[in-house]
């Protein structure tokens, strides 16, 4: 079973077009985030949930909208996709209040053309 | 504004050699400093982490040196192999923030 499951893994789309990405942990974590890993390989977070509250939006555009209909689930809903979307990006959960292991999915690498 | 900084972004190393990487972070806040790996199309997975509380952990062949004063860490792997050849992350979190703010990354290639 992997613990930290991402689809679709390739999405290729056509600009100002919206599409999502789900993600599900069955690891029992409390926290689940989505990063972005840019194309020079580096990896920033958006966001984070917290038994399925907000805790964390790093200035991310108000095109980028993140639900988590449960402890398990945190999907990425993404408006009007722009070139500079395509990236990867990748979901994780941890658990704990301190600075604990977190667990990232295999990644979707999102392709705006 | 980068928290952490990682050098060299790119390392090769001969077989049976020792990789070094090196973090500087600023954020006296950071309590927690992992190192990820990563192989191309897969997540980034934990390989090994410190608190500030010790100047050194090992697991294996991973160590990580932490030099609190200096406010830098490392990841030395003794006898690398070419199976070691992956992208290593360092990264950083403090308490009550539940988020990782990750290194450059560097891209190590282990020569047979």
């Known amino acids: 079973d992997t613990a930290v499951s991402q689809t679709p893994k390739y999405l290729v789309t056509q600009m100002g077009n919206d599409k999502s990405i789900k993600c599900e942990q069955n690891?029992?974590?409390?926290?689940m985030y989505w990063y972005k890993q840019d194309s020079k390989k580096f990896l920033k977070i958006m966001f984070s949930y917290n038994n399925k509250e907000l805790i964390i939006n790093e200035t991310v555009p108000n095109r980028f909208s993140p639900k988590s209909p449960d402890k398990a689930h945190l999907n990425l809903h993404i408006n009007s996709l722009e070139l500079g979307d395509s990236a990867v990006y990748f979901c994780?959960?941890?658990?704990?209040?301190?600075?604990?292991?977190?667990?990232f999915g295999q990644g979707t690498r999102l392709t705006v053309v | 504004q980068q928290q952490v900084k990682q050098s060299p972004q790119s390392l090769i190393v001969q077989k049976g050699g020792i990789s070094i990487i090196n973090c500087a972070y600023e954020?006296?806040?950071?309590?927690?400093f992992p190192w990820y790996q990563q192989f191309p199309g897969k997540g980034p997975a934990l390989l090994i982490a410190i608190r500030p509380d010790v100047s050194e952990k090992k697991e294996g062949r991973f160590t990580i040196s932490f030099n609190k004063s200096a406010k830098q860490f490392s990841l030395h792997i003794m006898d690398s192999q070419p199976g070691d050849s992956a992208t290593y992350f360092c990264?950083?979190?403090?308490?009550?923030?539940?988020?990782?703010?990750f290194g450059s990354g560097t891209r190590l290639q282990v020569q047979p």
């Open positions: 994780a959960s941890s658990q704990g209040l301190l600075g604990v292991e977190a667990f």
């Open positions: 954020n006296t806040a950071f309590d927690y």
């Open positions: 690891l029992g974590h409390d926290t």
């Open positions: 990264a950083a979190s403090m308490a009550g923030r539940r988020a990782l703010t």
